[in-house]
């Protein structure tokens, strides 16, 4: 057997660069690249691995260690979980500062590969700098926080065992039902031990995502239950997305004639015109997707994990209504279900089209459906056409649905923002919206923008942002303009965490510590000068004061070689509330508050509606 010895960051720099997928019948790297900070837990080892190959095999100098693993999220996410980027960092707070970016790859089901440093394996300059010490168990370091939030976790103690990590992660990563973040500890001493590899070990290799089927006897008995029911209504989530299943979606909508509805990690699945889209449902939805999943007797969930506020907290359905969910993730089939079609949703759609040709839906339920998304279109048409003595949310998202194109990417995460983009956007083209409400992550916005930008080329990266996640994590816009990888960056701005603000009022408290006119000052509050913030970085930018002026600056945006920030004053209070739907969160049972125990009774008489693990 033929060897080949290496240190073990050199090996898996090696082992990484000979990993490909096929992408449009032409084959790929499967890591483009990745995002590094360098510290003494990474630097002399694994990163002199990478130096030897940076033409080939790029590494980004991230701001900070969360943003750069975000960044590594949005791109895999604009290659549709297809290419991925790994993120190293150094030991202790360089590793950990990673965690919050794995919790957004979990919950979208998002690959993510996270190379750290750890402690000495030999534990013989212990304490090291920066090292987390337990004196019940010598093995623990502070990586192992990650072990709650990834999909795999392994530390490095030998160098043959990189053998079989390395397969194991990518296996992880690139199958539907497993694919999340993977965290691999480097122990500082054992990244530069040296170890005879088989050359065969760093082969070429050609991944295939594997596509998985349903069971037969599954599939047949829901059909049978399907049979039984005329008003069927179908949720859509982002799992038809990662299978590429919208023309075997649409296929099955059409030969059925089945309404559906879009999750928000859904909207990009389908035009917003498409003839059976009734629009996107749930809390930040609308009354016409609603009204439909509430008057079906049956729902066909494909590709989603029905978070709460896909189901306004199980409040959304009727209690005899049967769900049943097609899901490569078995763990998310299961919930709520009564069948569970554990399978990828081109597959299951291909097999169950064949299976339901007796299905006829109700001709009322159809044109009811109909009539609801009729309104619903005019509802869009003239929020996001209201002059208000202050811009609105609606009048920005508006403008800028009328100047994006199909090809242009929409980035978006917390705050304010999602509610009323995903009521009010009519989506343009496919898989064009990273919209990450899974773990709704403050501050994944620029940083997801920048991964994004990388990966994209076709058209600009749009990202939307509030003043609260600007000011929680921005630096990466230094590193789009360091990189060349513009972005478009409009920041709506209300002075403070106004949606925020918005629930406590609704759920009777009083304004405080969330807009910055509630906050303890010393002095009146006063705008931050986002403008100069972004320059000071190498951006351009420009204030604008209305929706003209910022359709003019939009297209300054789109001449710019640099990434370009548009900041906007917006209405703290003025929201576009078209779901109608209740969404549970805690409400005090005892409160000397008179508007506090009005929501505690409101909070009781919509909690009797909720459906309670059926």
Partial sequence: ?????????????????????????????????????????????????????????PTYRGQNEQSMALAAIGYTKAKNRKRIMFATSSVGPGATNMITACGVAYTNSLPLLILAGDYFNSRLPSPVLQQIEQSYDPTLSANDCFKPIVKYWDRITQAEQIMQSLPMAIETMLNPATCGPVFIGLCQDIQAQAYDFPEAFFYKRLHIIPRQRADKEILRQAVIEMQKHNKIAIIAGAGLIYSEAQKEFLDFVHSLGIPYVTTVSAKSLVPHNESYNIGPIGVLGSCSANELVKSATLILAIGTRLQDFTTASWSNFK????????????????????????????????????????????????????????????????????????????NVIGAINALATPKDRIILAAGGLPGEFNTLWRNLGFNSIDHEYGFSCMGYEISGGYGSAIAHKEGDTIVLVGDGSYMMLNAEIYSSVLSGDKMIIIVCDNQGYAVINRLQINQGGEPFNNLIEDCKMANKPFMTDFVMNAKSMGAEGVFVDSIEAFKEAFKQARESKVSFLIHIKVSKYDWSEYSNVWWQVGVPEVSHKESIQKARIKFEENFQRQRKGV
């Fill in 319 to 394: 209690e005899s209504a049967k769900i049943i969910s097609i899901n490569a993730n078995a763990a998310d089939c299961v919930k709520h279900s009564f069948i569970a079609i554990c399978a990828d949703a081109k597959e299951a759609l291909i097999d169950l089209k064949e299976l339901c040709a007796l299905i006829k839906i109700e001709e009322i339920f159809l044109k009811t459906a109909f009539e609801n998304k009729n309104k619903y279109n005019q509802y869009i048409e003239e929020k996001t056409q209201e002059k208000k003595e202050i811009t609105t949310y609606a």
């Fill in 1 to 57: 057997m033929k060897t080949i010895k290496l240190t073990v960051g050199q090996a898996i720099v090696k082992y990484l660069m000979n990993q490909y997928i096929e992408i449009n019948n032409k084959e790929e790297r499967l890591f483009y690249g990745g995002f590094g900070i360098f510290g003494h837990g990474n630097v002399t080892c694994f990163a002199e691995a990478l130096y030897d190959v940076k033409g080939e095999f």
